[in-house]
């Protein structure tokens, strides 16, 4: 490929521009660690941080379209590249503020083309800003878009869409009709995730309150009843056997079993525990009573509930094995556990009890 030709105006910003590089490489890493660092803190989690500092090659061929539009090297604010691609589109907006308190933004050369209403549009709305800071003399661009749009502006130029290539009018419309739907699924994923968090505010105020039979038994609801504690007077009074430590384990495994004794509600998991309770103390000073274990795991409270509403069913063996292939995986040893603790549980009172 034959290099542009340049006028002496033209070559001394090219020249001005290699003068700089080493400044300009050093800049955009540090604005990339400050954006990475400053992201991560907000907890904001995006799909990708791109940087670039513009070719030698890329910028000999712009100012070979349009060098004479610029007076000097600091007209071009795009040597320093940078793009934050984003999963949902309202996270482009939290990702925005960020950057107006990290830089400052000259609104003037901005563009929010989020604002754009063209049929067409989809994969050009993003977010640009063009910055600085007090101690570079250059300025630099950021670009804010999710994840869409960054693969439809993508696909586009990969088909010549937008490029100058005549494209005919049915693969246009296909385009455009494919840009609407793409659009459509951005906004629903972000409608989504907002009334999944609505839900969650509203679990955790439910649970909150102590209303529990009105709260599903699912997963957000069932971590937020952790947080209660629901199972601490069991282990206080299991561990106070041995006068052992209780070392604390996650309890989410126990959620499916729950839920295969037929809980459907957190108030329904809250009245087996009370039913079972002094079942799975019994069971527990059967299995601690004749060794000196001086540390007990949090699990042994809901696993020895479980273990006696499935024996007080008739699940028998079989029940347990399935329950212990559930909180810890399916083993060929599960089975010969269930066997012997059903035959150490049949002399227990709880088993008796009619």
Excluded at 15 to 28: I, S, T, V
Excluded at 303 to 325: H, S, T, V
Aim: with cysteine; hydrophobic share 40%.
């Amino acid at each position: 490929m034959n290099e542009p030709k340049l006028d002496p105006h033209c070559e001394a910003i090219l020249q001005e521009y290699r003068d700089n590089l080493p400044a300009f490489q050093e800049k955009a890493a540090a604005i990339h660690q400050t954006l990475k660092d400053t992201l991560a803190g907000a907890g904001l989690l995006v799909a990708a941080l791109e940087c670039r500092v513009k070719t030698e090659e890329s910028l000999a061929g712009k100012l070979a379209l349009k060098g004479g539009k610029y007076a000097s090297l600091k007209d071009i604010t795009d040597i320093i590249g940078l793009r934050i691609i984003t999963f949902y589109t309202d996270d482009v907006d939290k990702v925005a503020s960020a950057v107006e308190r990290l830089f400052t933004v000259d609104w003037e050369n901005s563009v929010d083309k989020r604002k754009l209403h063209e049929i067409d549009s989809f994969g050009y709305l993003s977010l640009h800003y063009v910055c600085s800071e007090p101690d570079f003399p250059f300025r630099f661009e950021i670009q804010m878009r999710t994840v869409l749009q960054h693969a439809w502006a993508n696909m586009n130029h990969d088909t010549g869409y937008k490029s100058g290539v005549e494209v005919p009018r049915e693969h246009l419309r296909n385009l455009n009709r494919l840009a609407g739907m793409l659009e459509l699924v951005d906004e629903q994923f972000s409608r989504i995730r907002m009334d999944i968090t609505n839900y969650r505010r509203k679990i955790q105020a439910l649970v909150a309150s102590g209303n529990l039979d009105e709260v599903p038994l699912d997963g957000d609801s069932y971590r937020s009843f952790l947080q209660l504690g629901p199972f601490d007077k069991l282990n206080r009074r299991i561990a106070s056997v041995n006068q052992a430590e209780i070392q604390e384990v996650s309890l989410l495994a126990y959620m499916p079993v729950f839920k295969a004794l037929s809980c459907k509600t957190l108030g329904d998991v809250v009245k087996l525990i009370k039913e079972h309770s002094e079942a799975a103390y019994q069971l527990a000073c059967y299995q601690l009573g004749l060794t000196d274990l001086d540390i007990i795991s949090s699990s042994l409270g809901p696993q020895n509930i479980c273990i006696a509403a499935i024996l007080k069913r008739g699940f028998g063996a079989e029940g347990l094995r399935l329950m212990f292939d559930q909180i810890g995986g399916t083993a060929g040893g599960n089975q010969a556990l269930a066997e012997m603790i059903l035959e150490q549980a049949q002399d227990l009172p709880f088993m008796n009890q009619k």
